[in-house]
């Protein structure tokens, strides 16, 4: 497909556990967002890369988030160690350029139990 | 002071009326302003973006931008119930980096 694909769309795990959130940018598009979503909230920035590397993880709540782009495509978000309080739809969006009109996924949803 | 403020309403509008949304924001040398609708458990999809002072309008879409005022603002005309959804505002911060508002949720009664 044209647009940004984010797997899984749904994830349920336990507390303490480590997820993998998987971001496939548009064709081209340079840069990549990671953003999380609260229910009623507008979505919180986490981290943006340009190319392979990340220009600004300030919005990434602590050192149990971490997310790579190693080929300057796909990007995985990482969070270990996962706690309740991290549940929340997590949007992966991308643009041609910095600074320009963003395209979002579906989203993934994230479930703590 | 929050980066990005929005009414979160819900601001209601009989259909066939003008909807304003309102959104300002805190970092005088931001350049480049968004709008986003968002359906109830779907992803936020580009309506319009602004990057001058004034207006610019797209079909029944007009954005509206003061920059002294540190203001945006999104006119819906001809409202329809299709248009009931939450409006994000977003800012490009730093240069780079976009920050939302919490949105403004829209209901368009027939």
């Known amino acids: 497909g044209a647009g940004v694909s984010q797997t899984p769309s749904n994830k349920v795990t336990e507390k303490g556990k480590y997820v993998e959130l998987r971001c496939d940018p548009i064709s081209g598009h340079t840069a990549l967002y990671w953003y999380r979503q609260s229910l009623g909230q507008g979505p919180e920035f986490l981290i943006y890369?340009?190319?392979?590397?990340?220009?600004?993880d300030s919005g990434l709540p602590n050192d149990r988030f971490f997310a790579v782009r190693p080929e300057g495509s796909v990007s995985t978000l990482k969070i270990q160690r996962t706690e309740r309080g991290d549940s929340a739809v997590y949007l992966c969006?991308?643009?041609?350029?910095?600074?320009?009109?963003?395209?979002f996924g579906d989203g993934t949803r994230l479930s703590i139990l | 002071q929050k980066e990005v403020e929005q009414n979160s309403g819900p601001l209601s509008v009989p259909e066939g009326a003008i909807a304003s949304l309102n959104c300002t924001y805190s970092?005088?040398?931001?350049?480049?302003f968004f709008w986003y609708r968002q359906y109830s458990g779907k992803s936020p999809e580009l309506i319009m973006f602004i990057y001058s002072n004034g207006d610019k309008e797209d079909g029944r879409f007009t954005a509206q931008l003061n920059k002294a005022s540190q203001y945006v603002s999104l006119l819906i005309r001809d409202s329809q119930p299709s248009d009931s959804a939450t409006y994000l505002c977003a800012v490009a911060v730093g240069g780079n980096d976009m920050r939302f508002g919490a949105g403004t949720r829209l209901t368009v009664k027939p």
């Open positions: 890369f340009q190319g392979t590397g990340a220009a600004d």
């Open positions: 970092d005088r040398g931001s350049q480049s």
């Open positions: 969006a991308s643009s041609f350029q910095p600074n320009q009109p963003q395209h």
